[in-house]
């Protein structure tokens, strides 16, 4: 209600609900979107911090709208 009230615009989609509510379209998104990612189509950002101790920072920066992408912590190599 909100986002319609405010004008809002949300793009992009969730992977998880479309297999909660959508199984049956699962394999047919891999198929179509992987490739289109892997040949620049569909591009995305990654907003990268390293280190665990870092979380905190990152959190409250999502809260306040800081990242322009996924924000990712790197915690180890393995």
């Known amino acids: 209600m909100n986002v319609m009230v405010q004008s809002l615009m949300i793009q ?6 479309l297999e909660e509510q959508h199984p049956h379209l699962l394999q047919e998104f891999y198929e179509k979107v992987l490739p289109l990612i ?4 569909i591009k995305y950002k990654e907003d990268v911090t390293h280190g665990l101790d870092q979380v905190g920072d990152v959190i409250l920066s999502v809260q306040k ?11 180890a190599e393995d």
């Open 65 to 75: 709208g800081l990242h322009k992408g996924k924000a990712v912590v790197f915690v």
């Open 12 to 17: 992009g989609f969730i992977v998880f609900r």
């Open 38 to 41: 892997a040949n620049g189509e």
